[in-house]
């Protein structure tokens, strides 16, 4: 029986090659390319320049190709410098989830240079970002995390950034933590969330 060949309508993407021009400039170009395949291979070999941080992270304010933004994402990942994080952290205060999410999980890819940004971005005035600053502890490998998360715990004004703390600390499993907890719970003594969280939490960590 002779093979049929693949129609054009068979639903396979068509390989595109990346284009001569792999110079820097000649990515930053190719970064703006009409076609979504083009801009991808240039996403993915900007991640061998260490200046492309900031032109990654502008071109996910106009990229609607899910493709394109992995590979912007991966690129500044690998890149992972303190100029890639100064990059995403405003990201943080984007309307876009899509953005902050995938802020928040290249931030925690890079905890050495995510950390000096961590108090800033949990005294922040907009609570929104002291939120998204404590979901980031949930994933960030750092030794820092359990001061930064009683740190929340003690001082922080508003209940739901409370309750992503508690949540965090739950997942941690410090008992070390259990004071300031405890701290936490008598702050919004009103408030039946924090004290069902708080509850939830003791009993998965234990006592000291």
Do not use: C
Not at 133 to 153: C, G, I, S, T
């Amino acid at each position: 029986m002779a093979l049929k060949s693949a129609s054009k309508n068979s639903g396979l993407r068509e390989v595109a090659e990346r284009a001569p021009d792999r110079s820097y400039a000649g990515l930053l170009q190719q970064l703006a390319d009409a076609d979504p395949a083009r801009r991808r291979w240039a996403a993915r070999d900007l991640a061998a320049h260490a200046a492309a941080a900031q032109p990654l992270v502008d071109r996910l304010l106009d990229e609607h190709d899910a493709g394109v933004v992995e590979a912007i994402f991966t690129s500044i990942e690998t890149l992972a410098s303190p100029a890639a994080v100064a990059a995403l952290v405003p990201l943080l205060r984007s309307d876009d989830a899509r953005l902050r999410n995938g802020a928040i999980e290249a931030l925690a890819s890079m905890p050495a240079a995510t950390a000096p940004h961590v108090d800033r971005l949990l005294a922040d005035a907009d609570a929104d970002v002291r939120l998204f600053a404590v979901n980031l502890l949930a994933d960030l490998r750092h030794p820092q995390v359990p001061a930064w998360v009683e740190q929340v715990l003690r001082t922080e004004p508003e209940a739901n950034v409370v309750a992503a703390a508690i949540e965090v600390l739950t997942e941690a499993g410090s008992t070390a933590l259990l004071p300031a907890l405890a701290a936490a719970q008598a702050r919004f003594a009103t408030d039946p969330f924090i004290g069902f969280a708080a509850d939830v939490a003791r009993s998965r960590i234990g006592s000291p």
